[in-house]
């Protein structure tokens, strides 16, 4: 299987909170990403976690994770239409990213 | 602020035609980074420059190549473009340490004809 795993899709409606999850095989890494995709546009940093790190907040957004599972998730709280995107989570190897399979967000209004 | 700058953000490129991408940085970071994002899939890194060091990937084709002359612009060079190099090219800078958070760009959408 794939290094790291995302599901491919998840719809919500405007207002509610969103999970996207994430897994992954290799827990060398000391920092893992989420990342924003809009249509046709590149990358956008959401935010980081350190690796020793079970929780972080930042505004509308929750990381956890799980190093015993290498279960990694992003909660969107009170999600918006603008919201709607290709999430992606990395994970940090050695001079490169190593992404996830994306997970496509839907909000619906 | 634009910190890390393609152009084009669209290319049309003939079978076999070569074709240069460009990207820029604001950031003065050490190390630059092309990736290729083909439709749904994930960006997959072709190769990195650490300072001036290049750094490629064990699978990247020979087709593709990379120039760095300075510190803030960093070009890919795709000498005969098939079919299957139609993506979207995506470049990012990081810190050589610390966090080594990557930036990326807009991204560059590459059609081959």
């Known amino acids: 299987g794939e290094d790291v795993e995302q599901s491919l899709f998840l719809s919500v409606r405007e207002g509610d909170s969103s999970v996207i999850n994430c897994t992954y095989t290799?827990?060398?890494?000391?920092?893992l990403y989420w990342y924003k995709q809009e249509p046709g546009a590149g990358l956008q940093l959401l935010t980081y976690?350190?690796?020793?790190?079970d929780m972080k907040q930042d505004q509308r957004l929750t990381v956890l994770l799980n190093k015993k599972d290498k279960h990694l998730s992003l909660r969107i709280a009170d999600t918006q239409t603008g919201d709607s995107a290709i999430y992606f989570c990395a994970r940090g190897a050695t001079n490169k990213l190593i992404f996830g399979t994306g997970t496509l967000l839907a909000v619906q209004p | 602020d634009a910190m890390v700058i393609q152009n084009p953000r669209y290319q049309v490129t003939q079978f076999g035609k070569p074709v240069t991408l460009s990207c820029s940085q604001t950031l003065n970071h050490n190390v630059m980074y092309w990736y290729q994002q083909k439709s749904s899939q994930a960006p997959k890194l072709l190769f990195h420059y650490y300072d001036k060091d290049f750094n490629n990937e064990a699978d990247t084709p020979d087709n593709f190549q990379s120039r760095r002359p300075n510190t803030s612009f960093c070009f890919l060079d795709i000498r005969s473009p098939g079919l299957g190099d139609a993506a979207m090219y995506l470049c990012?800078?990081?810190?050589?340490?610390?966090?080594?958070?990557?930036?990326f760009g807009p991204g560059t959408r590459l059609l081959v004809l």
């Open positions: 990012a800078t990081s810190r050589a340490s610390g966090v080594k958070t990557q930036y």
């Open positions: 290799d827990s060398s890494s000391t920092y």
């Open positions: 976690i350190f690796s020793n790190m």
